[in-house]
């Protein structure tokens, strides 16, 4: 694991709240996480499943494409590796796209989303996430830059190639790694290697 403020980046005091497509307000008692796509075993979560299976909590900067960060940021969360895992991958899934409830996507490789530290974040600092840090449920995957990091998550979808998502269709980086600067399509950091099917992370 890298460690420090990646190239491009400044640390930032406070956070910055986007939502490009407003803040939903979402009952916890209702709300259900759902693994779909290319598994054998389509699953479904609630948010309190969810909170028995949160046994990961580290420390782990946040990076923002827009070159902010905040440092030292406590997480609290489930796995990705165990949610779509415990679905059973088909062998030809290559990509994950997050859905979300306000309409917002965002995919990444399947590589990432089965990294170690690759979470379905709960909390922050100990506390449930706040509406506008994407209640109840949010991935983060501290090597992405924070758009890959789907607010109000709502579907995992596992798929056998890329498809843009919200900021992709505008440019964004396909996979958008951090140490890499891979912040816009066609952008590959010189720390970055490709594979078959887009860039894997040094691990």
């Known amino acids: 694991m890298k460690e420090g403020l990646p190239p491009g980046q400044v640390w930032a005091r406070n956070w910055v ?31 309190y499943q969810l909170e028995d299976m949160a046994t990961v909590r580290y420390v782990r900067h946040f990076h923002c494409v827009t070159k902010w960060s905040i440092k030292d940021v406590e997480w609290t969360g489930v796995p990705l590796k165990d949610l779509i895992s415990n679905s059973l991958v088909k062998d030809e899934a290559r990509w994950v796209m997050f859905h979300c409830a306000d309409g917002y996507t965002a995919p990444i490789p399947l590589e990432d989303a089965i990294h170690p530290d690759a979470i379905l974040a709960l909390k922050i600092g100990g506390e449930p996430l706040k509406a506008e840090q994407g209640f109840p449920a949010r991935p983060f995957i501290p090597h992405l830059y924070g758009w890959k990091s ?54």
């Not at 407003?22 to 054998?40: A, M, N």
């Not at 998502?165 to 490709?194: I, L, Q």
């Open 17 to 47: 709240i986007y939502a490009a497509l407003g803040i939903p307000r979402i009952d916890p008692e209702t709300w259900r996480l759902k693994v779909s796509g290319l598994v054998e075993k389509p699953a479904e979560y609630t948010y």
């Open 150 to 203: 789907a607010k109000w998550v709502t579907e995992i979808e596992l798929l056998p190639t890329y498809v843009d998502g919200y900021w992709e269709m505008y440019g964004y980086h396909e996979r958008g790694e951090v140490w890499g600067e891979e912040r816009f399509k066609g952008m590959v950091g010189k720390h970055s290697r490709r594979t078959s099917y887009g860039i894997l992370p040094k691990v």
